[in-house]
Each structure stands twice: as C-alpha cells, then as structure tokens.
C-alpha cells in the first residue's frame, strides 16, 4: 500500500543557483544538469528525492518547498479536495512518461500536491528509517487544527491521532489506517498542530534527516539561513531544528534517536 503519503519535495526559488549550493554544502545534495530547463532533480545518496525549480520573472510567490501526495487518481483527488473545502491552484496537469499533478490547498491555506506517476512501481514503500539527508516527515502548521484535521481525514482517509506534547501543546498524528511501522505501530502521514503566535498564515513543513541537528543547523547559520527554531529535543523522537533558508523557504532537520 503506497497512496497517501508524501513522496517528492520540489523547491521553487527566485535562485536556484544559490539555493542549490546552499543545499549541496548543507546536505550534500547533488543536482542533474539544466537538460529539464529551468527544473533540476535533487539526489542524496544513491536516491532522487525532489527537484529545484527556477521561478520565472512574472512569479511572485515567495521561495517555498511543496510536498507531493501520492494518490490513486488525481482528478478524483481534486473533486474530493475542492468538495471538503479546499483551494486548487493549479488544475490537474499531465507530464508525458513522467505523472500526473494538481497544486491545491487546503481550508487553512496550507498548500500540497496530489501526485500520481507514470512509472509502475516508482512511489513504493521506501524504508522505514530513512537515510541521511532525505526527506523524513511533513508537518503541517495550521491556524486551524481541528478543520484542517478534519479535511485531511475526508481527502486522504487519514485519522487523526491527537497527542499531549505537555505545557498546553497538542501535536496530532495523521495515521495511514491500515499502514503500521515494523515495530507494529500505527504509521503516520505526518504530524499537524496549531500555528505558533505571530504565526497567522498555515504551511506544509518538510523534514530532512540529519546525523547531527545541532551541527548541521550551526553550518546553515553561518550559510544564511535564519534560524526560526533552535536545536531542541523531542522526548522518545530525536532532536530537530527548523529554518528558513537564505531564499526565505521554511525547513526542518530530524536527527531521530536511535534505539
């Protein structure tokens, strides 16, 4: 079972070249050659993970990441999208030998892709622990949990499983029904909770693992980016820190913990 989970990342910036040698000395990111034009494929290791896109003069959209969906018919997905009350933003669009997509949003603003490939096999399962420097969670943060809960529940059938981060804070786990981890937990889609003060807008967040948050968030500094969430633990999880680059695209590292 592959549907419903996020699979491909892609990088829209006013300069790509800059954002891909911030990438590249962050993660050690490598980029194909500009045969796709203004679009560049991201690999990390042995294994392509998203792209890098350089946005045209008459797009004014700020440098954002844009997570993709794996879904059974796109189409369907953006009938069902718009019925629960979201947004599309660009219509379902077919690449020949390459997928279908739809960019859309969500009744909070939060936007994300419905993706289906055109290659049989290539959004299968991938290993539960990620490797070094691929994508390894989405986070949605949103002005409205409880809607935005509610919508994911209805488009992609995914149940919300709310939990008690202590202080006042809930963190909600959007679970695959069905999908279970090997140890036998539930398996998440990603996790959403409520927009932080100063915060009025909604936005999906992705995570990249890292081997040393701290580290790699000090080399990110010191590269430009601006640090929006210092290193910080996350009890039974790991440590993460989050970002905007020097483009102004928000990220997060996970360094998850082992054992």
């Not at 430009?224 to 483009?247: E, H, L, Y």
Request: charged residues 20%.
């Amino acid at each position: 079972m592959n549907k419903h989970r996020f699979v491909w990342h892609d990088l829209s910036t006013k300069d790509a070249e800059g954002s891909k040698r911030f990438y590249g000395e962050i993660f050690n990111w490598k980029f194909d050659s500009s045969d796709n034009g203004p679009y560049s494929h991201i690999t990390a290791g042995d294994e392509m993970i998203g792209g890098v896109r350089q946005m045209g003069n008459d797009e004014h959209q700020p440098t954002s990441w844009l997570g993709y969906i794996v879904v059974d018919n796109v189409e369907a997905t953006v009938a069902s999208i718009t019925g629960a009350g979201g947004k599309v933003h660009m219509p379902t669009t077919k690449m020949e030998n390459v997928g279908t997509f739809a960019v859309t949003a969500d009744p909070t603003g939060a936007v994300f892709a419905p993706w289906k490939s055109a290659r049989p096999g290539e959004d299968e399962e991938k290993a539960a622990m990620p490797k070094p420097f691929t994508f390894c969670w989405d986070e949605l943060v949103t002005t409205d949990p409880k809607a935005a809960v509610a919508f994911y529940e209805k488009v992609f059938g995914w149940k919300g499983r709310p939990v008690d981060m202590g202080g006042g804070m809930t963190y909600t786990l959007l679970d695959r029904p069905g999908v279970m981890t090997a140890n036998g937990a539930p398996q998440s889609a990603g996790g959403a909770m409520r927009s932080p003060p100063g915060v009025p807008y909604s936005f999906w967040i992705a995570y990249v693992a890292v081997d040393d948050c701290d580290g790699v968030s000090a080399r990110a500094e010191k590269l430009g980016a601006k640090v929006m969430v210092a290193p910080t633990d996350i009890p039974n999880v790991g440590r993460f820190a989050c970002w905007s680059d020097p483009q102004g695209a928000s990220i997060a590292v996970l360094q998850p913990r082992m054992g």
